[in-house]
């Protein structure tokens, strides 16, 4: 299994940046996929999840600033994100997790394969 991200980089506050994940070795739509950053000295959080029928849900601190979108056919996740802030920067992976997403945010040690991050820096 793999999980291969990219896009990441620096901009400035209020830039945009738009991340892909490739996915290979899995039954795509058997798993919900997802987004983590991790700054340093922190835990590793959900950004945003998307189930294989497309149920969404983000995390309160980048609702209507990213937005997760998935190509079924590429077998690739996105993540748009756009009036970036200082604090967004981090670490960036994508995860995928066997089975439905689950109804609340269960953290990252219960999802199964991790990509290897990209990182993106916002600054002031």
């Known amino acids: 299994v793999q999980l291969v991200e990219s896009g990441g980089g620096s901009v400035q506050a209020g830039g945009s940046l738009r991340l892909s994940c490739g996915v290979s070795?899995?039954?795509?739509?058997?798993?919900?996929k997802g987004w983590f950053h991790q700054a340093p000295g922190k835990e590793r959080e959900e950004v945003a999840v998307?189930?294989?029928?497309?149920?969404?849900k983000y995390a309160d601190s980048v609702k209507g600033r990213f937005t997760i979108s998935q190509d079924n056919a590429k077998n690739s996740l996105y993540l748009q994100m756009n009036n970036l802030k200082v604090e967004d920067t981090a670490m960036y992976y994508c995860?995928?997790?066997?089975?439905?997403?689950?109804?609340?945010?269960?953290?990252?040690?219960?999802?199964?394969?991790w990509g290897q991050g990209t990182q993106v820096t916002v600054s002031s």
């Open positions: 995860a995928a997790k066997y089975g439905r997403c689950p109804p609340s945010w269960i953290g990252a040690t219960f999802w199964d394969y």
């Open positions: 998307i189930g294989s029928g497309g149920t969404i």
């Open positions: 070795g899995l039954t795509y739509s058997s798993y919900c």
